[in-house]
């Protein structure tokens, strides 16, 4: 429980400090919105780092290498906690937003950071919003930020991926950006399989090969979500 209120206690702390800190990336994000964002990005993970050493988590990171440098990525991969996003958004190098759930927008402190690091929250009962969310994603790659993407639309903890939703991968076939694979393994049991206990782990997050839909079979391209699915299942399988 120590660690529980550590993290609980650093939040509020983290709220009181933003309230100046909204101020001065406003005033940057008037001359440059992607100064904004990169700020705002480089505050969210110092943030998410004090909450990963609250938690004890340490971090595994594989094949970073293999992230172009060059131009924006849709990554993509298996959902398994809460602590997916703090994990894998503290290895990301370039400017980097990420689909969330609808009811993210609704909480407080956090939905602002989210929405200046261009995040995009995803209405999963709504088709038309859901449309609107992807274009939206489109525009973000064409104006050189990446984006963070779990297809499977909710956590899986028993280590079973749920079949990937394929609207997502359109943000790739209609931009052409590579889709960079992420196989994430024990971030829940870092709190999900213990509420309300947080307990020290040691979590995997790998990288993958880059997948260009350019030189996909057609084939591929038509079941891409589960090409780029079965690509993570291999990973995931690689000790």
Sequence with gaps: MIRFLCIILFLLLFSIISLPMYLIVNIIGHFSPMKKAKISQSFVVWGFKMVLFASGTT????GQE???KDTPVLYVANHRSYYDI??????VKNNTGFVSKKEMEKVPC???WMRY??????????VRE???TILNCIELIKSGTSIFLFPEGTRSLNGEMIPFKEGGFKIATKTGCPIVPVAIENTENIFETHIPKVKRQTVSVRFGAPIFV?????AEKKRLGTTVQEQIRTMLNEK
Excluded: H, M, W
């Design 59 to 62: 971090l595994k990171a594989e």
């Design 86 to 91: 703090p994990t894998c958004y503290t290895l």
């Design 214 to 218: 350019s030189e996909l079979t057609p």
């Design 130 to 132: 859901g449309l609107k």
């Design 66 to 68: 293999n992230v172009p």
């Design 117 to 126: 690091i261009n995040c995009q929250f995803l209405d999963r009962e709504n």
């Design 110 to 112: 956090i939905s602002r």
